[in-house]
């Protein structure tokens, strides 16, 4: 399969050098040529534009930080769309807004492509590894077409439904994991200020209906004290961000939700936005008086 993929930052880069591995041909873009280079060196061919990969390509993949970015390589000037042909599909793997991604949808399909939404969790860890969970919105026909690449970056792929299904899913996840990280660190910091070791209140816990995947995984790298940035801080600020205005605009009653994007707000307010999101735990040492 002939591929494009646009952005290779922390997550893009892996996930294109899986694909590249698994022998498709692959075509690829970035802001800044100097992302491109490890690509490049493995065997990938240079584009000069969104546009440019687009014609050579059968599927084009994106992956980068927001909306607007989606729009802007999508649609913009140099865009796919400027250069997509009928029978081309478009996949944003990005995390973005439901409503944003059913525009795009709208946009692209009146230009003959195809578009799947298509957000992944599981962190650079899972990217490198080709291991992602992968949710996916948009025709079906398209799905079955770009499966074969699913595959080579993830191992748990789930049409989720129409076009903006896939971003819902993505939503959901980032209100289980931010919360779920939230929660970990309240419980770790909360043993340790009780005088009691908190790595033997995690591994107690472990054992029981506690348990869950940020508790085992998550939770030693708090005890580690390991916050370099699997996925940054800043980027669980912007998409429960977009839990929040997608309740917003459904009329949704989400407080669990709101009071832990108050707590990424304060992160990123208070210096820690290019940490990983289990810096949180940083955050409620200081609002509990101890200097971490």
Known sequence: MKI???????????????LLRAGHQLTVWAR??????????????????PAALAEVADVVISMVADAP???????????VASAGRPGLIAVDMSTIRP????AMAAHLLARGIDFLDAPVSGGEVGAIAGTLSIMVGGGVAAFETVRPAFACMG???VHVGDSGAGQVAKAANQIVTGVGVLTVAEALNFAARSGVDPARVREALLG?????KILENHGQRMLDRNFKPGFKSWM????MNIVMQSAHELGLCLPVSAATAQMYNAMVGSGLGEEDSIAILKLLERLSGVDS
């Open 155 to 157: 191992h748990n792929i």
């Open 4 to 18: 494009g993929f646009i952005g290779l930052g922390i997550m893009g880069r892996p996930m294109a050098l899986n």
């Open 208 to 212: 029981g209906f506690a348990y869950s």
């Open 236 to 239: 669980h600020q912007k998409d």
């Open 32 to 49: 800044r040529a100097e992302s491109m280079q490890p690509l490049l060196d493995a065997g990938a061919s240079a584009a000069a534009s």
């Open 69 to 79: 970015d989606v729009e802007q390589v999508m649609l913009g000037e140099q865009g």
């Open 99 to 102: 409503a944003a991604a059913r």
